[in-house]
């Protein structure tokens, strides 16, 4: 279990309900997921709570988140866009889950 769920849940939660893109890095600042939310705060907070609905591989990946970042949009699609570009500009996943 990851020793700073407790601090990312706080974290997520104390997110706005506006669309962004939320980006998951692990110790070493790598990043390990990019994703987009409708609302961010309802998002990046499901991460952070109950471990018993999450696949094998989401709880795999947030053992190993140490910290996330966000960017808020002005709109939905702004929000996939800019997902899709962020995507395309960092290097294929270092860690595999």
């Not at 020793?3 to 110790?27: C, E, F, H, S, T």
């Not at 994703?35 to 053992?63: I, W």
């Not at 190993?64 to 808020?72: G, H, K, L, Q, S």
Request: hydrophobic letters at 35%; proline letters at 4%.
């Amino acid at each position: 279990m990851n020793p700073k769920l407790k601090d990312l849940r706080a974290k997520a939660m104390a997110l706005p309900l506006q669309p962004g893109v939320y980006i998951m890095k692990n110790k070493a600042s790598e990043i390990i997921y990019i994703g987009k939310a409708k609302k961010l705060k309802n998002r990046v907070s499901q991460y952070f709570g109950s471990q018993n609905n999450h696949t094998e591989k989401v709880r795999r990946m947030v053992d190993n988140v140490d910290d996330f970042e966000y960017i808020i949009t002005d709109s939905e699609f702004e929000c996939l866009i800019l997902e899709c570009s962020l995507i395309k500009q960092t290097p294929r996943s270092i860690i595999s889950y």
